[in-house]
Every structure is written in structure tokens, then in C-alpha cells.
């Protein structure tokens, strides 16, 4: 039968069932689910082999409502790397000379624990730190919380989440009292009329949701706001729906302008928003600058198309009110929006919009945000964010802290306070009052961080960087210690996937023998630092333990268990003990006191770099079909480097003739932060104002090299999707 687990990639968190390769794995997986994946061929690989990485798992698609058997491209290999001869099988210790060499874990930890005493003691506490991930287990990601605050005595952690979801986040926390990605089931979504996606090309990044898009596909209510064309903008062709695309950073006034329409054209739902939501009326004045004419002129979508998307969203309202069991109308946000200066004011405008048409807590409509990294949602309930506490409490609140202390068996006074966002602790690094000491636990910011270049400087200013990972990553080959942990099929746990879902993972081999669990590491060097409290190596020890600590909290994972899991139960949080957890939020109420959600009035930010000004592009980040996140995994995996093997600037042929660049040109893009170099990828997909790099790439093709460490004021999110750079012509294509 194989063990049924799920993908260690993105938050949709695809269920796939691992079997001895030879096997049969298959219970409805490649062959059998590609064809009613809903997956367009030009959006996911029905062809590699499912054993394709002959590591001795044989990967096979498992029914499940989010990806109903199918996987994508880095689902079918992800089994390839479990036997990668690249895998760190013991600590690594870095010499004088700057090399590595095999060291026993004895000596790793006793280094560990007494570079944690020494800094402390030169430096205070807080000038030791810890960055995590939304990638880790919830047991890891509390466990890695709990380490900080007790082990390490430090209020210096975050995770890379921060780089992530933290505007959204914030902005659904602000509006509803609340954030959980998709407040309801991504199934949901399958009987929508009208679907709004902005700022995420989910047929590249998790292409076996594109499925669930094809009710409003065939309705013609795709809306796709993207200043690409990307894989999903091009599902809205052939009458399927509309596509927007704005200038970079406009993505605020574009809502504001259909949110304009949708009041002054009486296409807004009055009674909800007086029965539901406060603050209408500086909202209302707040849109009244913001008519159609003058978002034109600032976001370059034409008057006429701002106007169809605000009656298109608005139909599909009428349409599932009247009850004849279509229609439905649902709004959901994802990075491109997200990560800017104003961020979280942007998600907020699309929460506007969403709540005047009264979509939120609706039977048939509603407003979501798509979550990027595997436990991305749970990655930030449970403690590793600087000012959290597990259960999505707040570090600054007395109550919290006294519940979240009495089961860990200390004073609440003993926990530090909150701690600094994530950019603002890497800009730290190695300075006066800043950290001096890391531990970096499954994350690569040497090329996932913004302005690269000042992030690896202050690793290398620092007095000892403990990273932990199964590769030599670009952050691990700037640590003096590296330490050889599990990957995903080899360790128990369990990760919250897009829609609030608690997944159980499973392992189902065994690691090489020189790697450990990060939890029996934490249990190690609490022990060595003589921390209070328990730290437990059972993840099943831990999980029940975060459950209690989670309680009474937004999300209160006590009435969740390993065997409630293991029986197949549906587990969405908040999942209080007695209850059968909450498929669906804000049906009756939101979650302020007074049961409203808020309706915010928001302006645009000056963006962090002066954009258009002469011979500069606009440059915007993301990511491709075939890689995830840094790359640290997919850039190891022989197809996927194959298919994407270096970095390429996607231009538009009218920039790129006036530039004198041809396609397959080696390029320097550059602005005053660094460089980098990439070849020329010409297409009509793109604006002429615009360039687009993809994040996975690393050293001179790291296009994070580039982004500023300028963040959101309410988020800590950087600023990542609007650069100004610089392009021209290293070597012709076919040069000598």
C-alpha cells in the first residue's frame, strides 16, 4: 500500500502516496488523475516517470479534494533527492582555511551551546538569533519557538514567512479579527461563477489548483490581474474571462477604482455592509478620489475594463443569490499584490472590495489569500514569528503569555518580549546591538532575502552561523556549522496547508545515519544550555503539547490529535476540544469583539525605488513551473534544472529592440544594490515597462541581488516586486 503523506513543496500540499519504487503506488496517481487534474498541458508534466529519480520511492498521486490525484512537475521528482549524493550526512565544522570537514555530533553540539553562552555573555541575550520557515513541520516551527524563548533566552526569531504571507496576515488579522488563508474549503471554489485572482500565477506555482478555477473558466469569470501574461493570465483566453494588467505597484488604485464603480454604481450589497462590517463611511470618502478615469491614467487598465471586472464580480453575487445553484463570487489575493511597501494596505484594499460586495462569511462567495510555502499557514501560528506566541497569540498580551507559560512550566515573566521582523534582524547582523550569533533552521536567505548582497556580508560578519539543512545551501556555506537534518519522508509530523487543514506528514524511510531530527537537536542543546521545561523528540509528544499551548487562542488546535488525524478527519482550526473544527469562518460573525469586520480606508505608498525614470525598467520577481523558493531542492533535481537551468530576464521584443537586445543575449541587469547576469527571454507577455527575474537562482544570478530592504510598516514584508534596474547587452547570442 505504500505510506500516504503529502508534497513537501507548496501549500497546497497535494497528497501523494510513497511506495518502495517497483511497486505499485499507484491508487489513482500520474496516468490514472492527469486528465481530470483540470491542469492544462501547458501547465503541468503529465510525462515524467513516477520512480523518475530512482531513489527508491515510487511517488503516485492520491485522491485528495485539493488535488484530486494530481501533481505537478515537482511533485512527480520529489521523492529524487531523498538518496541525492549531495545529502549532508554529518555536522560539518568550518576550519581557518575556510573549509569544511566532518565533525561527531558531541563536539557540534558542546560548539553550539558554548558559542551560545559566549556571545551571550559578551553581548546580552538578544544578540543571539534564530530565523526558521514556513517550510518546517508545526511540531518544528513550536518547538523552534519555544528554543528561542527558553533555551536561548533570546527575543530575536523569525522565519521566512515574513518574506511570504506576513501582509496578508496582517491585513486579514486588521479587517476580520483573524487569518486563515482560505477561511473556507478550496473545494469551494469549484461551483464559483466569478473568480478574481490578483498577484498569483497559480498554474506555475501550484498547478494542480488551476482545477478548481474551471467552473468560473467555462462561465467566462476568470479575472486575472497580472502585469504578465502568465500561464494563469492566458487561462482567461478564448472568452474564458479577463485579464488586467496594471503598471507594477498599482495594484491598490486598480481595487480602489473598481471598488468606485461597485458604490457609484449601485452594485454594492448596502444591507450586509450595515449588518456586518464599520468604518463605511471614510471608506466611501476615501474611493471618492479614485474614479475610473484617473485609475486609468495611474495603472494603465482601461476605463472600460475596470468597469466590466466591478459588474462582472457583482453578477456573480446576484447569480448565487437567486438560488438557481450558480454563480458565487470569490476574490483572492496572493504575492504580487502583497509583497510591497504597502502590502498590507493593498490586501486591505482587495478585503474592501470584497466586504462591499459581501463576499466574506457568504454560503457562496468569499474573500481569500493564497498561502506560497508548505506550512506557510502553520508556520506562522505556533511561535517562530517575533512577536507570537503558538495558538496565533500575541507576545505582548498578559493572558497569553501566562497560559502559554503554564504549559511550558515557567513564569510568564521569563519569556522575552516581542522580538524585530525578519529584514530588520538581517540587517543586524554583526553590528553593534545586533545579532551576532544565528541559528538558521530550513531557510536560504543568502538568496531568498531582499538586497542579497547586504544579507551575505552580515552573515560573514558574525561571530558563529549555525545553519541546518540537508544540502550545502547558499546560507549553509557561509556558516562555521553545519548540522545534517531530516527531510520531508523521513520524519513524522504534521503541516496546515492553504485552507486552515491540519495534514499529517509520515515517514515512510529510514535517514542516513549521521542525520537527526531538529527536534532531538533542540532537546540536545536545551539540555547542554540548562533550559527549563521539556523538549521533547517525539513529534507526537510535541504536537500534543502545542495543542494544549494553542488553546483558547485564534488558532486553537487542542481538539486535534495524531490518531484524529490518522483517521482521515477533516481538521480545519480552529479546532477547539469537543468540536468538529470550523470548515468555515465568519459564517455568523467575524472575530472582533463586536462580531464586524472593519472596513479600512488605505492610500498608496511611494514605492522604495523612483521608478520610470530614463533607460530604467521596472523589474518584478517570481517564481517558475519548474523550481520552489531558493531552489536549494528543485536546482538538484536533474529534469527541473534541465527544463530552467540558469536565470533569463523576460522583456518585451518593442523594450528589447530600443535596448539592442536579441533573444538568448547574455544580459547585466543592475540598479545601485548589485548585479546580476542572465540571458534574454523575448515576449509579448509582458509589459514594455517591465522586466521580470525569477528568486530561485543563486551568487551572480540571484535576482534578490537586486530587491531593497526596504519593508511594509505594518508587516515587516519587503519590498519585492517593484525595482527599478538597468539592462544592457554583456554578450550576443552565439558570440566566441
Known sequence: MGTATHCPYCALQCAMRLSPAGGSANDGGMAAS???????ASAHDGGMAAS??????????????????GLCRKGWSSSTLLNSPERLTAPLLRGDDGSFRPIGWEEALDLAAGAVRSTQAMHGQDAVGVFGSGGLTNEKAYQLGKFARLALRTSRIDYNGRFCMSSAAAAGNRAFGLDRGLPFPLEDLDGAGTIMLLGSNVADTMPPFVQH???????????VVDPRRS????????????????????????????????????????????????????????LNRWWPARVQEVTGVPVALIRETAHRLAGGVRQAAAGNGTGGTYILTGRGVEQHVDGTDTATAAINLALLLGLPGSAHSGYGTLTGQGNGQGGREHGQKADQLPGYRKITDRAAREHVAAVWGVQPEDLPGPGVPAVEMLMSLGRPGGVRCLFVHGSNVAVSAPDANAVIAGLQRLDFLVVADFFMSETAAEADLVLPVLQWAEEEGTMTNLEGRVLRRRAAIEPPAGARSELWIMSELARRLGAPSDFSTDPETVFDELARASEGGPADYSGLSYPLLDSGAAAYWPYPAGSAGTRRLFGDAFAHADGRARLIA?????PPDELHRPGELILATGRLLEHYQSGTQTRRVTELAAAQPELALQIHPVTAHRLGIEAGDRLAIGNGRGSVTGVADLTQDIRPDTVFLPFHFPGGQSANRLTPAATDPVSGMPEFKTSSVSVRVLEKAGAL
Open 602 to 606: 488605505v492610500a498608496p505608498a511611494a
Open 231 to 286: 500561464a494563469t493570465a492566458a487561462l482567461t483566453g478564448s472568452g474564458a474571462g479577463l485579464h488586467l494588467a496594471p503598471t507594477p505597484g498599482t495594484d491598490m488604485v486598480l481595487l480602489m477604482g473598481i471598488a468606485h464603480v461597485v458604490l457609484q454604481e449601485g452594485l454594492a450589497d448596502t444591507d450586509y455592509i450595515a449588518r456586518r462590517t464599520s468604518g463605511f463611511e471614510e471608506l466611501r470618502r476615501s
Open 213 to 223: 478555477l474551471q467552473g468560473a473558466r467555462d462561465a467566462g469569470g476568470l479575472i
Open 52 to 69: 523518475a529519480g530512482k531513489p527508491g520511492l515510487a511517488v503516485a498521486g492520491r485522491d485528495f479534494p485539493t488535488n484530486r490525484g
Open 34 to 40: 492527469a486528465g481530470r487534474s483540470g491542469v492544462p
